[in-house]
Each structure stands twice: as structure tokens, then as C-alpha cells.
């Protein structure tokens, strides 16, 4: 469905810092998830994915970790570089052969250098 | 590999004229299509998918409109744009859980 809202959410850091962007997901019956990321003018593309029978998944200077205890899922992503910079969004995709994924707002990474 | 196509890539229409955005995707056969639309600022929101050729499901009443003449392509339509109807569309594809999006296409309805 639609993430509403007038201002996303904004993450400013410094080259070489690590970055932590956090998502917090709705349905409890979700057992799957997805980050993207945005740059401007194009389209998300897809980063790291994670099931719910896996509490951290790593890739190439992203970790992605699920907490679904809190229903919380967060993505770090290690030495950031300017390039970096862009939307970064979570999915939450409910089980049982539904492929509608639910977006989240988005937060918007800023990287200076 | 698969690749997802869209075009335009911008487009510039006045109140009240039609639309065709198209949508291909090269690389699989019977993909899930869908069709979002992105306001300035925000999220994601569904306007239309299909699991197959002929098959759409609305998401969202409004007066667009979605076609799947053939398997890998989705085309998004409108008689009358509306200055609402302004914003980035963006196609996906699927086989499973994950969605693969395409460049996209920033209308302005003027």
C-alpha cells in the first residue's frame, strides 16, 4: 500500500561512517523482506533480502537485521561513500504465494563528504 | 539476465490529453507485472498488477487503466490525464517474492 507523508525521514553522515537505517514493519505474518535503494530519477533497485527464519543476513558492506520481536528491521551499511546517497526503502512481503509487497516511507541517506 | 524497460523516460502531456506508458521485460517468461506510482517525496503506491496475459487487478480506482497484451508487456493507460494523474511511474517484475523495477517514467500533466 502507499507510505504517506510529507517529509521522508533524513539520515546525514560523514564519508567512512557507518550508517544504520531502521524500518518498522506492520504485519506480524511477514516472512519476508527487502531493502532498496532509490537514487534520484530512477527506479529502486534492489540491496539485500532477508527471511524470517534468519535474524542477520550480510552483504557486501550491508548487513541487514531482523527483529521480529519488535518487528523491526534495520539496515547497516559500513563506510559509507557519497555514492550512497539515495532513498533507502524496506518491503515486507506476507507468506502464502502473496506477491504484494508492503513499501515503507523511505529514508533518505546523505552522505558528505 | 532479465532486464526491465520502460519508456519514455519523461514525459510532458496537457490536462485532459491520453496516455501509454509501456513496460517490457526480457529474460523470463509469465513474470508478475505491476504497476506503481511515486509522488515526490513518498512512498510506493500500487496502482496495478497482473500474474498473467489479460489478467489485471486495480488497486487503486482512478482513470487509469492497465493492459497485458502479451507476456512480458505492461502497459499503463489513460482517455483524460488529470494534473493528479502527475508523478513517477515505475513497472516491476517478479517470479517469487522479490520485485525488480524498471527506470521508470516521470510524467508531468500540465
Known amino acids: 500500500g502507499e507510505s504517506v507523508g510529507l517529509h521522508l525521514p533524513t539520515l546525514s553522515v560523514q564519508e567512512g561512517d557507518n550508517s544504520i537505517i531502521n524500518c518498522a514493519y506492520s504485519?506480524?505474518?511477514?516472512?519476508?523482506f527487502i531493502w532498496y535503494k532509490q537514487e534520484s530519477g530512477k527506479g529502486p533497485q534492489f540491496i539485500i533480502d532477508?527471511?524470517?527464519?534468519?535474524d542477520k543476513r550480510q552483504g557486501q558492506r550491508v548487513t541487514v537485521l531482523l527483529n521480529k520481536t519488535v518487528k523491526h528491521l534495520s539496515l547497516q551499511i559500513a563506510a559509507t561513500q557519497p555514492g550512497d546517497s539515495a532513498v533507502y526503502f524496506c518491503?515486507?512481503?506476507?507468506?502464502?504465494?502473496?506477491?504484494?509487497?508492503?513499501f515503507g516511507r523511505g529514508t533518505s541517506l546523505i552522505v558528505h563528504p | 539476465s532479465q532486464t526491465i524497460h520502460q519508456w519514455p523516460a519523461t514525459l510532458v502531456q496537457p490536462v485532459g490529453s491520453p496516455l501509454s506508458l509501456e513496460c517490457t521485460v526480457e529474460g523470463t517468461s509469465n513474470p508478475n507485472l505491476y504497476w506503481y506510482r511515486q509522488a515526490a517525496g513518498r512512498g510506493l503506491q500500487l496502482l496495478f498488477y497482473?500474474?498473467?496475459?489479460?489478467?489485471i487487478s486495480s488497486e487503486v480506482p482512478q482513470n487509469l487503466s492497465a493492459s497485458r497484451p502479451q507476456d512480458r508487456q505492461f502497459i499503463l493507460s489513460s482517455k483524460k490525464l488529470l494534473l493528479s494523474d502527475s508523478g513517477f511511474y515505475l513497472c516491476a517484475w517478479s517470479l517469487g517474492d522479490t520485485q525488480y523495477f524498471g527506470p521508470g517514467t516521470r510524467l508531468t500533466v500540465l
Open positions: 518491503a515486507e512481503n506476507r507468506g502464502g504465494g502473496s506477491y504484494i509487497p508492503t
Open positions: 532477508i527471511r524470517s527464519n534468519m
Open positions: 504485519n506480524s505474518a511477514s516472512d519476508y
Open positions: 497482473s500474474v498473467g496475459i489479460g489478467q
